[in-house]
């Protein structure tokens, strides 16, 4: 198969030397005298645990994978393991149906029962068009220079500040780096949390039964179950573990609404719009909980046909429809019903491996690039894998108040990627192919400005609350 034959192209550059590193992808077909050293979010865990000779490959039999024989994207880009649509989908809804659920409670609390739900709807819409801005620009730079493989979200922030104007190109490999770190230290983060939330979820199961043991213990039980998932290396057999759980945690919204929905107090007693000082809040937690624009590339990118993504039906707008709503819906019930003292619980254990994928996927290419050539690079990814689990269970294990530290880290982190790289990517190519209109740039500017906002509201709330809780517990 060509996609085979490519990929060990690909492979061959890091053993022999004689073919020429991938620039953008991992997928080897846009190929550059380019040094790897500098790529990030390019590896797609497809390295063979046994070199095959390239004559033991089947020949390229030309003009690469199409859409239409189910081996690649209509743009040309080899995958190996396609993606469905309904299992893309389910990808995306896991992939943002995550800590920030939990959260949407108090955020309603924090600007009102009739003002929060009609905040969350527009940030939510905000947000997605945030995400067809990158898919957007990620498209154009691959039309407008011929690209074989489609950029991710580093690569497009990079290849849009190196193909714009002439005072920005100097600085694209810094906002590359830039937006990776905020990736990286986002991925991680969440998967730090998700130990501190599963494990604190079966012990609160376990003390009602009279089983009553330390956090810490749960903790430890699960470290297996999860190391098993996060060394599963490729997204299409992620499908049934995100399946699993997007079963798992919607029958857990089901009984949470139920019991939420039983002897509701009338809306009158809620405060229909919170305090003004009380709005920074909400936002911060808002924003925080639109976590998954750093999965719309990656997800987009490894569809059997990726153009059914972005479409009016496609992926993204059905997904982030039903995520959207279910925030509003869980948001507006646990204030509701509870008041200031919201208290919502599931188990999220296998969302870890899809938040997992992506740091592997940024933090692993530049490792090897660093090393050098690796004998066996799927065990020496298998450890790079274990160990950065072996990371979060420590730091959930060792480090207190892990959520307040990690929603400081996500407010800004979030905010940048969701809300400020996708209208800045979209104002320099719009200037750079001369489409920018002064419509565009106002929209623009008003997301920027939400997007600034959102980071520093967010910082405000979570530092806030890292000062009261170590106050409090001192």
Not at 178 to 193: A, D, E, S, Y
Not at 344 to 358: D, G, R
Not at 372 to 385: D, M, T
Request: charged residues 15%; contains cysteine; hydrophobic residues 45%.
């Amino acid at each position: 198969m060509e996609m085979n034959g490519q990929h060990n192209n690909a492979e061959t550059s890091g053993s022999g030397g004689a073919a020429k590193q991938p620039w953008y992808g991992s997928k080897s077909s846009c190929l550059s005298d380019k040094s790897v050293s500098g790529s990030f979010m390019t590896f797609q865990s497809r390295d063979p645990i046994i070199s095959i000779p390239m004559e033991q490959k089947g020949q390229p039999s030309g003009g690469g994978g199409g859409a239409g024989n189910g081996t690649g994207h209509s743009h040309g880009i080899p995958v190996e393991h396609p993606t469905s649509y309904l299992e893309t989908l389910m990808h995306l809804f896991k992939g943002n149906v995550g800590s920030g659920i939990f959260a949407m409670g108090d955020a309603v609390r924090n600007a009102g029962i009739i003002l929060g739900p009609i905040v969350v709807l527009c940030l939510g819409i905000i947000c997605v068009h945030c995400q067809h801005l990158l898919l957007c620009a990620s498209r154009t730079l691959d039309e407008k220079h011929q690209l074989k493989t489609a950029p991710d979200f580093a690569e497009t922030v990079e290849l849009c500040f190196e193909k714009g104007p002439p005072r920005m190109q100097g600085i694209s490999k810094l906002v590359k780096k830039i937006v990776n770190v905020f990736l990286c230290v986002t991925q991680l983060g969440f998967c730090c949390i998700y130990f501190v939330f599963i494990s604190e979820n079966i012990k609160q199961v376990f003390d009602y039964y009279g089983y009553e043991m330390d956090v810490h213990f749960h903790m430890a039980v699960i470290l297996l179950p999860i190391l098993l998932t996060a060394l599963i290396r490729n997204l299409k057999y992620l499908a049934p573990f995100s399946t699993l759980a997007n079963v798992l945690m919607l029958v857990g919204i089901v009984i949470v609404l139920y019991y939420t929905s039983q002897d509701l107090p009338p809306v009158s007693q809620r405060v229909p719009v919170a305090r003004l000082e009380q709005l920074p809040l909400f936002f911060g937690t808002a924003i925080y909980a639109f976590e998954g624009i750093g999965l719309v590339l990656p997800l987009h990118n490894e569809m059997r046909e990726p153009n059914k993504f972005k479409k009016p039906l496609g992926v993204l707008n059905i997904g982030m429809t039903i995520v959207t709503t279910l925030y509003i819906v869980v948001g507006m019930l646990g204030y509701l019903k509870y008041g200031p003292e919201i208290i919502i619980s599931m188990s999220i254990l296998f969302t870890y491996a899809l938040q997992f994928y992506i740091a592997v996927d940024i933090i692993w290419p530049n490792l090897q690039a660093f090393l050098g050539p690796v004998k066996y690079p799927v065990l020496a990814e298998s450890a790079l894998r274990a160990f950065l689990v072996l990371v979060t269970f420590i730091l959930a294990e060792a480090i207190p108040f892990l959520g307040l530290f990690i929603s400081l880290v996500g407010a800004v982190s979030s905010s940048a990627l969701a809300l400020l790289f996708p209208p800045i990517l979209e104002l320099v190519t719009r200037y750079t192919y001369g489409t920018l209109t002064p419509l565009v740039i106002f929209k623009d500017c008003f997301i920027l400005l939400l997007g600034f906002l959102g980071m520093f509201t967010g910082g405000y709330e979570s530092i806030n609350s890292i000062i009261h809780a170590f106050q409090n517990q001192d």
